[in-house]
């Protein structure tokens, strides 16, 4: 599990730096609005160890294809194509 850490993390480094991964637009300000507030919402609920919580809104985010990340900048989503 470190090693696939580990290896996204070289690989969000890497392409920062070469663009390898093409970033989608997300240009629907209530989505975006919602997404943030749903971040916020499970951070508070990891916050009190909430955890069935926490897995309830990611699983949220997922079934509206809203991929999310938690790494050492904090919570990063994408949309799912």
């Known amino acids: ?18 663009d390898l991964v093409p970033s989608f637009q997300i240009d ?10 749903r971040i916020a919402a499970r951070a508070a609920a990891r916050g009190r160890r909430d955890f069935a919580a926490a897995d309830a809104i990611r699983q949220e985010l997922l079934d509206r ?17």
């Open 1 to 18: 599990v470190a090693a696939l850490a580990e290896a996204r993390r070289v690989f969000a480094l890497i392409d920062g730096v070469l």
């Open 28 to 37: 629907d300000e209530s989505l975006r609005r919602w997404v943030e507030e």
């Open 65 to 81: 294809r809203i991929s999310i990340e938690d790494g050492p900048g904090g919570t990063r989503w994408r949309k799912i194509v």
